[in-house]
């Protein structure tokens, strides 16, 4: 099955700095790679996603790239702020949403933003 | 649209007990999910639905968990006997073909 890495397990930053999650994939089926950003406490909630056929997405201060070849993805986030602190969750499937059931998720990385 | 919903929040009961969480998936969605969290093991995906028939419970740890999903808007996740080490994080996340997961808030799961 699929299996996802995800590095580093924690990440401080301070305010302002970018931050760069990374993670890696086994399954060169898999084409869609969703992030969950997960606050103490709370839910994960989908915070960006991209699809195989397109390399990079952004979305105001947050944006994803992937490299299929390398089977590796990452998300950066610009312009840290202190309400960014959260776990963020990378995670792969072969289909998105309901269409293929098993989006295996990384073990997480602990984001901190210091003021 | 009031998203996923699941009851109870928070759960604390003795080793031995049964317990029940429910779970209602987002209106339309077709597919739900229950994970379990822990900071050793991350996300788990105990079983998945699809049309309320059960597709994958091979994530299911062991015969003392069940889950059930007997109409479209309504899922039970239970645990009869519960031991301490269930003690987790429960969540239902549902979705609809080609949309992404939503999660609900989740139960926290204390068995002492």
């Known amino acids: 099955g699929e299996n996802v890495e995800q590095h580093p397990s924690t990440l401080s930053v301070q305010e302002g700095d970018s931050a760069v999650i990374k993670c890696t994939y086994s399954d060169s089926a898999s084409n869609y790679f969703p992030w969950y950003k997960q606050e103490l406490g709370k839910r994960p909630q989908l915070i960006i996603d991209i699809r195989s056929n397109v390399g990079e997405k952004k979305d105001q201060r947050i944006a994803v790239t992937l490299n299929k070849t390398a089977k590796h993805f990452s998300l950066h986030i610009t312009e840290t702020q202190p309400e960014d602190s959260a776990v963020y969750f990378c995670?792969?499937?072969?289909?998105?949403?309901?269409?293929?059931?098993?989006?295996?998720f990384g073990k997480g990385t602990l984001l901190t933003v210091n003021p | 649209d009031a998203g996923v919903i699941q009851s109870p929040r928070h759960e604390v009961t003795e080793m031995g007990q049964e317990v029940t969480l429910r779970c209602k998936p987002i209106?339309?969605?077709?597919?739900l999910f229950w994970y379990r969290q822990t900071m050793m093991r991350g996300l788990e995906l105990l079983i998945y639905?699809?049309?309320?028939?059960?597709?994958?419970d091979s994530g299911m740890p062991e015969d003392r968990f069940s889950a059930k999903m007997p109409n479209a808007s309504f899922s039970t996740l239970k645990i009869q006997p519960s031991e301490p080490r269930d003690s987790a994080v429960y969540f239902c996340a549902s979705s609809h073909r080609d949309t992404f997961r939503v999660f609900g808030p989740g139960t926290r799961l204390t068995v002492t």
């Open positions: 209106s339309g969605h077709n597919s």
């Open positions: 995670a792969a499937s072969i289909g998105s949403g309901g269409s293929d059931y098993k989006l295996t």
């Open positions: 639905f699809n049309n309320n028939v059960p597709i994958d």
